[in-house]
């Protein structure tokens, strides 16, 4: 299925060129949770064959996820965290997703939001409990942001230098989606250690506050 699904983005994507882009980021933070994985890398990888521009397809793609995560994030406000706990599963939003986004989101608050775009399970479901706990959008809508233009640079970059070469991918959806995967892990771990070295430097920085706080 997920190859039919990726088949069909690329050819969306080479028919309606950057509105492609942007309306595929857009359902991705709404409705379906395309994976930007390989939506960026792929629109990056056509661009190196002249198709786009590179430079635009990380602007677009990066304002698409952040529309898209604005209409999610103002639909929680609404409608409140019990309602997407009751239905969430019927729109791709499980409860065990959702605690772990709403655990992150309550620890972290702005920075968790920046920071989850380097983590797939959290990144398309974040905005929903950053809504729903009232976040000001103004402060969400940064932090989002700028984490989604660092996050689709990195992925625009990966597609371009990692797959760039390989011009026999343009014609095979199936193998295109299959080097993304098999190269990204390595993108995927360095992101992973980002985040993993953030927690622990909040880790510590809280436990020292808390020692001084003792001895006063």
């Excluded at 857009?26 to 939506?39: K, S």
Aim: with cysteine.
């Amino acid at each position: 299925m997920l190859d039919h699904v990726f088949q069909v983005w690329m050819q969306f994507v080479q028919q309606w060129g950057y509105a492609g882009i942007f309306l595929i980021t857009v359902i991705g933070f709404t409705v379906f949770p395309v994976p930007i994985e390989l939506v960026v890398p792929s629109a990056a990888y056509w661009a190196t064959q002249g198709a786009t521009d590179i430079r635009l397809v990380v602007v677009v793609a990066a304002l698409g996820t952040w529309c898209g995560a604005s209409i999610a994030f103002f639909v929680a406000r609404s409608v409140g965290r019990s309602l997407i706990l009751r239905y969430g599963r019927y729109v791709f939003v499980p409860e065990k997703k959702w605690l772990l986004a709403e655990a992150w989101i309550l620890h972290y608050s702005a920075v968790g939001v920046f920071f989850a775009q380097l983590l797939p399970v959290v990144r398309h479901v974040i905005s929903l409990p950053a809504g729903a706990a009232r976040m000001r959008y103004r402060t969400f809508s940064i932090s989002f942001l700028l984490g989604a233009v660092i996050e689709c640079s990195l992925l625009a970059w990966f597609g371009a230098n990692v797959l760039g070469g390989q011009k026999d991918l343009m014609s095979d959806p199936r193998a295109l989606r299959h080097a993304i995967e098999a190269k990204f892990i390595w993108v995927i771990a360095a992101a992973a250690v980002m985040v993993l070295l953030y927690v622990v430097m909040d880790l510590l920085g809280r436990r020292a506050k808390a020692a001084a706080g003792a001895r006063k």
